[in-house]
């Protein structure tokens, strides 16, 4: 008789495998594909993911686990083996509470959905959305639905992103945030935008400069990828094989490559320091959307958007970039990537305006989800909310309520995700401060390997083996608490307006 | 109760569409991996290719064929679904008589053999690599031993690659070449090389030439990728997804990405000229190896080496090449792209010594197959056929019995395919100048759309539907015959030597 923890590893590690072999079909997809390819790769995608899901949600899977799980009281409770037992199992207890036809039903209409949504957005028609709109969010109550001990409907939806969070834990800290950062853009200065903002900024200056701040933050040519995409991102099929993706605007230094490529390679290190022995098991990703999130905003803002890294950097950057930044000084330069101004997109704010875009999109959800707001009156919420936070309204729903993809994909729950994570980036930031003081000096040299170490040791190595909230306790000794993060904003703000 | 037929062509979907996700995976680990992602890609690509094989040799997909071929009476024979029945009924029933241990001991033999290969050729070193050899040969003998009904072993390996083809039928093709092409070698004036065979070649600019071309032969931007790789291939994740390879010799014309392109070109325009009705089911690619690589030598040869096509394209390949060309005329060019002349590695050979290199590969196998040639004895044997064939011998063996990977890999039966492919190239070409008299003058003006369109209607959609002996009647009205391709090389040659 075999062990049931060998032939449970074994059945796991085949459906990673379908897993992995969906995400390498998906970074083709977005970065290599000619486009007539599209058709064949949405149902070789959707045989993978059919596959992937119906292997694990077998019976024979629920055995296993339940003799791994009678067995576990010899195992070390933070061994590899006692947490791939305990998360798996909760993983497989979710699974197995969907109907299956529900779960291909709403990667369906995601993929269609998606698709509609582009076109909607290109026309700047929230009309031909909404239905798709409503479909999924019947779908998603259909979702809320398999799980009835849910204390509210949306906890079950930001469990999909953060294991174990509930709403009410967000509500409270973005209750914190809102008046906080309300009162940080209201006291910004109003200032012209600087023109050297406008570039030029060559596509081929911008790659050489991301390729070696990549590397500089620990992105080896050995087991990264950097490609341009229309929307850039990260995925992970093995800690040695990352393939980061990045865009090159030439006329606004916000869409300078090396601030997207700094956010992916965030996320691509974490994934990257993941243990080895976690490899081909459920463990072997990031333990969360916000704690991956604390990763990118970590390494793009905390160290990529601080005085000290470009202290280093900026010499190289502006020789880079002679035509834009000749005549700006250094302090100049900071303070432009820094400021803080009310904008309508979401992924071109600031730090500190961006937390506003998230609890707005965070009410709304809440709002359509529980039937307060209809679809057809999401465009004038939406306007209305953004005039109430940050003092501007969208002309178009396209720079509206019809900028972001996640919704039409049914990716509510979410967006609390991204703020979460900036909250995280300087909580834990603050932490590692506290091992190593000189932090900063570090960074000024251009020198990050005592950094990458000590994230690799604290977050990165673990993996999914804990949940979210023992990972964060963990690293910093106690909860989210957004504290260090709107010190860190009030500072910078001063510091900037001093300047 | 659903038809026997829907349900048997939803299952092959799914198994075709986990086929389709490891060539997206082996080209991915060719063309984009970072070197780190090795070994997880091994353990990804193994388990897609097991769980398609477990997929389809389910007693599930046997009793489908049943149900399906009972009611074949009412299909036309050469529809889709009569077809589709036909080649599956005997895929499945040949992919059942191999016990699944089996095939998974090949797959990782190959796997490991082949990077035994790789270094033993490195070094120069065959005696760690027999060992490989051995075990393969054994493993070899083990699958034959599945099919006790064959007349001889080799017809099983054949079988492989060319569906229903008997070894005798191969010995008489060769048995009529082998004089005639060593005739034709001793026949060829033994001239020194030409100066400007040595380039210089820049990359930039052979990757423009061969993008035109490719372009020209029908290989859109839409459909097709062209990318750089150490040994060039071609793989189709769909009609409309097909990726093309080629590399960059920048210092020897034989190695131009050109000649490269224009060969996988003729690869891909095969799959890309599949009937999009195939998709997704077995049917839906190149009906045999050999019949592969006819087109990729129609394109590269009967119409890529001829006067025609260079009286088109040599004006703008010579501007991009000014250095080694300017002073180089247009016949002189054509012939040292043609020239008969002995060398020692298969890859590189003209048009007429290639069929010797093929001829001795086939010749060496079966005796290493029924056991009259040790592998101990192969390199002596390899050395001593190669003088008595083109009276040359290889000063190692790395440049004699080492040089190619098929072998190890476990590629037995492949080798003559090759040959087949040549001989038909020109068989093909014959036909399609019956239907349009003035194919080379359409050649001569750079355009291909009629060519293309005719292989399209006689070979390409058809995909397998047809065995090949079946597909080849339908082209050219009768059994492959070397007679046309004799003719060919006998005028190419005559025209050179009178040049």
Do not use: W
């Given at each position: 008789m075999s062990d049931p923890l060998t032939s449970l590893r074994s059945e796991l590690a085949r459906i990673c495998d379908l897993s992995t072999a969906a995400r390498v079909l998906e970074w083709d997809q977005l970065?290599?594909?000619?486009?007539?390819g599209a058709p064949t790769r949405a149902e070789t995608l959707a045989t993978l993911t059919e596959l992937a899901h119906e292997l694990f949600v077998r019976d024979e899977i629920g055995e296993l686990l339940e003799e791994a799980s009678s067995r576990?009281?010899?195992?070390?409770?933070?061994?590899d083996d006692a947490c791939l037992i305990e998360v798996t199992r909760r993983d497989w207890e979710k699974a197995s509470r969907v109907p299956a036809e529900l779960t291909a039903e709403q990667t369906k209409l995601a993929s269609e959905g998606m698709e509609a949504w582009a076109k909607a957005r290109e026309d700047d028609d929230f009309a031909s959305f909404r239905p798709w709109l409503d479909r999924t969010l019947e779908l998603k109550q259909r979702y809320i639905a398999c799980?009835?001990?849910?204390?509210?409907?949306?906890d079950v939806l930001l469990d999909d992103f953060e294991?174990?969070?509930?709403t009410e834990e967000v509500r409270t800290i973005f209750a914190r945030l809102r008046p906080e950062l309300q009162e940080l853009v209201a006291a910004a200065p109003d200032d012209e935008p600087e023109?050297?903002?406008?570039?030029?900024?060559?596509r081929e200056a911008q790659h050489e400069v991301s390729v070696a701040v990549a590397r500089a933050f620990g992105a080896d040519a050995s087991s990264f990828r950097l490609d341009p995409t229309v929307h850039p991102f990260c995925l992970s099929f093995a800690t040695q094989d990352v393939r980061l993706t990045t865009r090159y605007a030439e006329d606004d230094l916000h869409g300078n490559s090396l601030f997207s490529t700094m956010h992916e390679v965030g996320h691509g290190v974490y994934e990257h320091g993941?243990?080895?022995?976690?490899?081909?098991?459920?463990?072997?990703?990031?333990?969360?959307s916000a704690l991956h999130e604390s990763q990118s905003r970590l390494w793009?803002?905390?160290?990529?958007?601080?005085l000290p890294f470009w202290r280093w950097f900026y010499p190289r950057f502006r020789a880079a970039f002679p035509e834009a930044?000749?005549?700006?000084?250094l302090e100049r330069f900071h303070r432009a990537i820094n400021r803080a101004q009310p904008s309508l997109i979401r992924v071109d704010a600031d730090e500190t305006t961006y937390g506003l875009h998230i609890i707005l999109r965070f009410e709304l959800e809440q709002e359509l989800l529980s039937g307060a707001l209809a679809t057809d009156d999401l465009p004038d919420a939406w306007n209305a909310k953004l005039e109430e936070l940050l003092g501007i309204r969208p002309p178009s729903n396209r720079l509206g309520?019809?900028?972001?993809v996640h919704w039409s994909g049914g990716?509510?729950?979410?967006?609390p995700t991204y703020q979460l994570g900036n909250v995280l980036s300087v909580q834990i930031w603050e932490r590692l401060e506290a091992d190593l003081p000189d932090a900063y000096e570090h960074v000024e040299r251009g020198s990050f390997e005592a950094i990458h170490e000590w994230l690799r040791e604290h977050l990165?190595?673990?993996?999914?083996?804990?949940t979210p909230a023992e990972t964060i306790e963990r690293i910093v000794g106690g909860p989210i608490d957004p504290e260090p993060y709107l010190r860190y904003l009030r500072d910078k703000n001063a510091s900037l307006t001093a300047a």
């Open positions: 970065v290599m594909m000619p486009p007539g576990r009281a010899d195992l070390d409770p933070e061994s799980f009835p001990d849910a204390a509210e409907p949306y294991r174990g969070m509930r023109e050297f903002l406008a570039g030029p900024y060559p993941g243990d080895p022995a976690l490899d081909r098991t459920p463990l072997a990703t990031g333990c969360s793009e803002n905390v160290i990529g958007r601080s930044l000749e005549r700006v000084p309520c019809l900028q972001d990716m509510f729950g979410y967006f990165y190595r673990h993996g999914r083996k804990f």
